[in-house]
């Protein structure tokens, strides 16, 4: 099956992607806040620019879009038909960079907890992540 919209009509579909202030990442961002837990936005310079810094508790927090960074999830899972060989490699290369920012973080002393957009639609997905952050070890939510 080919794409239902022209390339041009897709390459602005793809522009309006947004790289922050997602609506995962506000979602992260409010629990945080709800529990009474400090933040800061931009990564600090830090290896990967994370989305959220808890420097006092030397704490990142990666918000991961399933497809866009390969998850094993039925959205990530999923492939695009169009310029596929493109898209394989991209989320390949995105899977690297996440594996080897969240290492060189970790050899820094940083814990590491990652978001996936998937488990926000868990009932109890924002005890999970409080309880990741104030355990202050890397986690997977």
Known sequence: MTDVF?????????????GRDTRPELRVRAALRAAGIGYRLGGLGLSGRPDV?????????????CF??????????????????????KIDRNRARDAANAERLAQDGWAVVTVWECAMKAPDFDARLIDAVRAGQAATV
Do not use: L
């Open 53 to 65: 810094v808890m420097k006092g508790r030397r704490v990142v927090v990666f918000v991961h879009g």
């Open 6 to 18: 022209t390339p041009e009509q897709r390459s602005a579909v793809m522009r309006r992607v947004k």
């Open 68 to 89: 866009w960074h390969g998850h094993d999830c039925a959205r990530g899972a999923r492939q695009p038909k169009a310029n596929a060989d493109y898209w394989r490699a």
